[in-house]
Each structure stands twice: as C-alpha cells, then as structure tokens.
C-alpha cells in the first residue's frame, strides 16, 4: 500500500500571497487530518475532514481552509500569508470507524512552508 | 479538553544504553489511547507504541516499552539498547475520543543517541 503523499514538498512564498497544499490518503483511509509543525508550538491540529465534510477543527484564522474530495484527497489553503505561516505542514489519514480503527495516524512526509 | 505534557525538550544518552522519556496527560474520556510517535530529522513520523487505557498491562514493541500509570495519567517511554537510528524527535501523543484524525501531541522531546 502507497503510504500518504503530500506536494509539493518544498515551497517558497512571499507574504500575501496564498498557498495549496494536496495530501492523498493511504487507500481506504477516509479521515484526513492536517497538523502545523513549528520548533516553538509543537504540532497544532488544524482541521479534519471525513466524507467531504470538516469534521473538527482547530484554532487557526479563517485565511486557512481546507476541502476534501470524494476520493478522500484533501487539500488545505492558506491565503495572505504572513510570516508566521513559515512551518511543516503534516497530513495524516486514518481509517477513522471499525475494526481497522485503532487509533493510529499515518502521516505524510510534510510540506514545509517558509515565508519570506 | 485534553492536555499532553513533554517535560524535556531535549534528551541524550549513550549507545546501548537506556532512556526513558516522560509523558503527563490529562483527559476527561475513560476510554482512550495513548501514543508514542518517533520523527527522524526530515523524515515522516511514525509509530513507536500504542496503549489502550482500559488495558492495565503496558505494550511492549521490540525495545521499546511503556510505563502506564494510569492514576498518574502519566505515559514513559523506555528505549532498551539504544541504537544511532533511534535519533529522532518523539512525541506523545493522545486522540480526542475514538476519532484518531484530532490528536492532542505535547510539544516533543529530542533525543540524540551518541555513538
């Protein structure tokens, strides 16, 4: 099985512009969870989306959002970049309900941000 | 609302030795796992060990184990014969509920194994 795929992996934005990162999930997974990496916040969670639809969310502005499709591949925007925004972005999916559920989270290789 | 707590950001220790490194939590669920997740520099994040908090026996996986203390609410980790591959940042980690897509992680602990 393909693990999770995350493009672009390496990204190089100036402020105010916007940004869209994919993640695909590992087939048959249809949780797909986005997380922010930065050395002084740890990973913070951001959204969920299941089905297409965002099923949890975190406390981030509305300049980021998400989506997801019917093929459980999801992509998060972050739009008016600021300096800030600089970090690993990680996606994980899970198979989220059922037996093959065990709570685990399978993360993508990331894609990291800088903001210049 | 659930809480992870990493107390040492940073951590080293010799080959072949042994580490442990600490874990606090604080969750209102009665049924809940707990994780260890180890990331290699600029490598993805993967799963060391996993505990279910109805389970009183602590995992195991190979070298590594956990220390459960559940009253505590407090979730080690010990690495036995620690070998130059298990360099990496590990991080606790605990799910909201069952739904493993929110995931509460505390903030990591660096660990350096010298060779």
């Known amino acids: 099985k393909a693990g999770v795929t995350q493009t672009p992996r390496y990204l190089i934005k100036t402020r105010g512009q916007q940004v869209t990162l994919s993640c695909s999930p590992i087939s048959g997974h249809r949780s797909v969870s986005w997380y922010q990496q930065t050395p002084g916040q740890g990973l913070q969670f951001l959204f969920e989306?299941?089905?297409?639809?965002?099923?949890n969310k975190g406390n981030f502005p509305g300049r980021f959002s998400g989506r997801q499709f019917s093929n459980s591949r999801s992509e998060m925007n972050v739009s008016t970049l600021e300096l800030g925004d600089s970090a690993l972005y990680l996606c994980?999916?899970?198979?989220?309900?059922?037996?093959?559920?065990?709570?685990?989270?399978?993360f993508g290789e990331g894609s990291r941000l800088t903001v210049l | 609302a659930q809480t992870v707590t990493q107390s040492q950001p940073e951590m080293s220790v010799q080959e072949a030795e042994t580490v442990t490194l600490s874990c606090t939590y604080d969750?209102?669920?009665?049924?809940?796992?707990l994780f260890w997740y180890k990331q290699p520099p600029s490598r993805q994040m993967i799963l060391v060990i996993r505990?279910?908090?109805?389970?009183?026996q602590n995992a195991t996986e190979n070298r590594f184990s956990v220390n459960f203390q559940k009253a505590a609410k407090s979730f080690s980790l010990k690495i036995s014969d620690s070998q130059l591959g298990d360099t990496a940042m590990y991080f606790c980690a605990s799910p909201a509920n069952t739904n493993a897509g929110k995931s509460t992680f505390g903030d990591g602990t660096t660990l350096t194994v010298k060779p």
């Open positions: 505990q279910e908090a109805y389970k009183q």
């Open positions: 994980a999916s899970s198979p989220d309900r059922g037996p093959a559920n065990t709570g685990e989270l399978f």
């Open positions: 969750t209102s669920e009665n049924n809940y796992y």
């Open positions: 989306y299941f089905s297409e639809t965002q099923r």
